[in-house]
């Protein structure tokens, strides 16, 4: 076979003004073939599949980029629970009732949750993405913050072509990756993706029970159980301590209902539920938004996406789609917003001058920010919510 070779063109439009990185990038693509060849792929694959790689300015541009402005956790659900897309998933779950049925009967997790992934990953299998996934793949192992990332999957990705699980053809998806209508990285569709119709393929761009199969499966193993509640809205008691609203502290149904929480919709926070499940609260807009008691399937939808914002829309979005859905009680704060990146690197440095730990200042708020916030909002006679908005960062800066 040839020596891999970058088409003269496509390198040059992207490396006009760097004529020695194609270069170096067909160099990479050549020394890279010996790891790949030690982790399992034959060197037929490698030569066959990687003399057509190209890397992409788009993929490096994205990669690169870090948004300077974050929307609010309420403008993300008014797009992923969006009356559009809760009626064409209504629509899309009756298309594909039956087989819906087998699925969620074979894996054991909720038809309507698979609906939701498959509504929010590709918009029910509209939009994969068109990228080339080796030429993204091998763009992000070539150079820039994700390196280990790109090569591991990449490899994935030169497998699932070894193994014939799928064609290079199909190979296509996301700028970092992610395929077909539900969305896998391919050592996600490795570990996960399943051939359910038999066909000796797996394939999660056109078959809608391997799609399904495959998405039921990844949540099986994450740990979904089905008939189990992923959460709800609930109203906290006055002098709540915002501080309990965390990820880590898990706690028992009964041990929340003890402490003065119930359902946002009236039900008794005890009624048709196991009394030891264990969940926690999450606050995604503070203490002037609505809360929410999340459980074990929750955590399981994080696993896909670990985004609680994109964890909550999955779980919105199905109670829609099964056709229970509570309208959210508590209003959300759109009067305020989250603070852009620069604002964020401003309030922790503020928190440090004023004698509060947060950290490095870096504008990622950890839970080293988290805490130092509290500290100062308690000093400040405020809810402790740690949650870092507009009006707040106002605040302490006057203070
Ligand atoms: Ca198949």
Redesign the pocket.
Known sequence: MPKSVIPALLACSLFASQPATAQEFESWIESFKEEAVAKGISAETYDREMQSVIPVQRVLELNDSQPEFVKGVWEYLDTAVSDSRISNGLNNAAANSALLDRIEEAYGVDKEIIVAIWGLESSYGAIMGDYDVLSALATLGYEGRRTSFGRSQLIGALKILDREYANRSQLKGSWAGAMGQTQFIPTTYLESAV?????G???LWS?LG?VFASTANYLSRSGYVANEPWGFEVTLPEGFDYALADRSNRQMVATWASLGINRADGVPLTDDIDLNATGYLIIPAGAQGPAFLVFNNFRAILRYNNSTSYALGIGLLSDHIAGNAEPIVQSWPRGDRPLSLSERKSLQEALAQRGYNPGPVDGIIGAGTKSALRKWQRDQGLPADGYASSTLLTRLLQS
């Not at 051939?195 to 066909?199: A, L, Q, T, V, W």
């Open positions: 051939d359910y119709d038999g066909d393929r797996r394939d078959n391997d």
